[in-house]
């Protein structure tokens, strides 16, 4: 199983960008997915995670701005950001929560993609 992120780049502030994320693979059922973003100096921070029943929930510091969604026939998950902010310059991990049958059951992260925020 992996996870490939996309989508970042640079933006100013105000500006929007989406990621995605996919996963493939040995993939069964997939439970929660999510977005992390660790900015330099700071530790990690979990920005969203949308579950397979389409609980939501945010950080504080996202809440209004960015949106999480999922489609599950494609096995992928979106953060939509909107009205940027140069403290929102950090590197967005991905992760799953991803069933490849019986117990196999495991968190995956992508690679990570950088988001840039320039004022």
């Known amino acids: 199983v992996q996870l490939q992120a996309s989508g970042g780049g640079a933006a100013q502030a105000g500006g929007s960008l989406r990621l995605s994320c996919a996963a493939s693979?040995?993939?069964?059922?997939?439970?929660?997915m999510g977005w992390y973003r660790r900015a330099p100096g700071k530790q990690r921070e979990r920005v969203a995670y949308?579950?397979?029943?389409?609980?939501?929930m945010y950080a504080d510091s996202v809440k209004g701005r960015f949106t999480i969604s999922r489609d599950n026939a494609k096995n992928m998950v979106y953060l939509q950001m909107n009205s940027l902010q140069p403290d929102d310059t950090a590197v967005y991990y991905c992760?799953?929560?991803?069933?490849?049958?019986?117990?196999?059951?495991?968190?995956?992260w992508g690679q990570g993609t950088q988001v840039t925020v320039s004022s």
């Open positions: 693979g040995s993939i069964v059922s997939i439970n929660d």
């Open positions: 992760n799953a929560e991803i069933s490849s049958g019986g117990w196999n059951v495991r968190t995956y």
């Open positions: 949308i579950t397979s029943g389409g609980y939501i």
